[in-house]
Nanobody, 119 residues
Framework: QVQLVDTGGGLVQPGGSLRLSCAAS????????MGWYRQAPGKERDLVAA???????NYADSVKGRFTISTDNAKNTVYLQMNNLKPEDTAVYYC?????????????WGQGTQVTVSS
């Protein structure tokens, strides 16, 4: 198991930046993949960015070139640097950890942090 704590959301103007943090309760070396998802009102929760234990990352097309996912293994923390934010980035952002055990996988979630992009 792992507990995740998301922080860093807030209100920012279009074009601004925010950095989200996700602190894990165990070494992220032991977690197969970590990522950030977001959910806007009335919409499904969608993947924003993910990174594997082998440091391979992938991004939603809508955030490529603007968002960067990274890890600090010493702090067991995953970050999402968000630049050039747009109103359509407004959502609750959730940290995710996926742990594989044999042939099964289990997802763990943070509590979510609100990001609002508005002038």
């Amino acid at each position: 198991q792992v507990q995740l704590v998301d922080t860093g959301g807030g209100l920012v103007q279009p074009g601004g930046s925010l950095r989200l943090s996700c602190a894990a309760s165990r070494s992220i070396f032991s977690i197969n993949a970590m990522g950030w998802y977001r959910q806007a009102p009335g919409k499904e929760r969608d993947l924003v960015a993910a990174i594997t234990s082998g440091s391979r990352s992938n991004y939603a097309d809508s955030v490529k070139g603007r968002f960067t996912i990274s890890t600090d293994n010493a702090k067991n923390t995953v970050y999402l640097q968000m630049n050039n934010l747009k109103p359509e980035d407004t959502a609750v952002y959730y940290c995710n950890a996926r742990i594989l055990t044999g042939a099964t996988s289990r997802d763990y979630w943070g509590q979510g942090t609100q990001v609002t992009v508005s002038s």
